[in-house]
Structures are given as C-alpha cells and as structure tokens.
C-alpha cells in the first residue's frame, strides 16, 4: 500500500490531511464545473440541431433553384453569370471564454453594404431562379457561419467535460482514498507508538519503585 512507504510522523499527517482538505474542495469544484459544462453543452447540442436543420433546408432551396435556373439558361450564360463575383466577404475570427474554454466567435462583414452587390451579372440575360438562389445562399450564410461556431463550441466543450470528468474521477477514486488510507494508517501507527512509549514509561517507572524499594531495605 503506498501509505506504508510514509514515514508516520505527525508533520506527515497534518500534511496529509491539508492534501486531503484540498482534495476534497477541488473535487467540489470540478464537479461543478462539469455540472455547468453539460448544462450549456445540452443547450448547445439543441442550438445546433436547430441552426442544421435550418441550413440543411436553405441549402437545399438554393440548390433546387440552381437546377431550375440551368434547365433554363444555357450553361455558358450560366457560368459567365456567376464568373466574377461582385461582393466579398470578410470573416473575422474572435473567442469567447466560457467555463475555461476559449470557443470561437464568427463575425462576417461585407466589402459594401449595398445588398444588390451579391448578383454579379445583369438581369437581362439571366433567369429569376438565379435571382432566388443566389439570394437563398446569401441569406443562408450567416446561419452557416453560426452553425460553424456552434459546432466547434460543442466539440470543444465536449472535449472540456471529457477532461474534467477524469479529473473528477481521480480525485474520487485515487487521490482521496488514497490520502483517507493514509491518514488511517499514520493514526494508527502514531497510537502504537504512544503506547509503546507509555508501556516502557511504566516499566521504567516500575523498575525505579522496586529499585528505591531494595534501597530503602538495605538502609535498613
């Protein structure tokens, strides 16, 4: 047992029972902190659920006018159409700390603010389906953009809880029995120590009485 290879002295013991004070209030901690990890982890999970079936059902919207649009232009207006895009956008990427855990933030910004700026050719020549897809891709983006956010806020939070879990769980089950078993075993060997010295007290004691008591025979 490793509480045998201790020396069992009284500076040992108060030192363990500090560890073990200490154990217990980070146990605590953890613990709570993997209780708040699941709680928002569960509303993240249900946040996504939500934003990809959202995104799921843009995508498929603009893909379905995609296929309208080509069935009634050629495929080389098609291309030249979508060529040279007129708009850009810029992502910034920042962070946000939530329990210990620095998850990403999206921030999209537009090179102009005109909302126009997204079809990149003439209406002339094109057809409305083109019009509607590029507009359902265009809307569709920033819940794409969140739905990335949120998707690696929920690998990094699982990733967190993971971590915190197994931390929790070697202090339950090693470090605190293991400080506990210790703390009984230094008690247990300081209280034969004492009476061990209390029983030789008492022989040393016992053995001064008989030997004052012979002296005092031959006195008289």
């Not at 389906?129 to 891709?137: F, I, N, T, W």
Request: neutral net charge.
């Amino acid at each position: 047992m490793a509480s045998k290879q201790i020396t069992p002295t009284r500076m040992e013991l108060t030192k363990t029972k500090k560890k073990l004070v200490t154990a217990r209030r980070g146990h605590k901690l953890l613990k709570d902190k993997r209780d708040e990890l699941m709680r928002q982890f569960l509303e993240l999970v249900k946040e996504n659920m939500e934003l990809r079936k959202k995104v799921e059902a843009g995508i498929l919207s603009a893909n379905k006018n995609f296929v309208i649009a080509k069935a009634g232009m050629d495929e080389a207006t098609l291309n030249t159409a979508l060529m040279a895009p007129k708009q850009e956008v810029n992502l910034e990427v920042g962070h946000k700390n939530v329990m210990s855990v620095d998850i990403p933030v999206f921030n999209a910004t537009t090179r102009t603010a005109d909302a126009n700026d997204i079809y990149s050719y003439g209406f002339a020549f094109t057809s409305s389906d083109l019009d509607g897809a590029v507009k359902s891709l265009a809307d569709i983006l920033p819940d794409m953009l969140k739905l990335a956010e949120v998707e690696k806020a929920c690998q990094l939070m699982a990733a967190e809880i993971e971590k915190t879990r197994r931390r929790v769980n070697a202090l339950e089950h090693v470090t605190i029995p293991d400080a506990q078993e210790t703390i009984k075993y230094i008690t247990m060997k300081l209280d034969e120590n004492e009476r061990s010295s209390q029983i030789r007290l008492m022989k040393v004691k016992d053995m001064m009485l008989e030997e004052a008591h012979h002296y005092s025979e031959r006195e008289a």
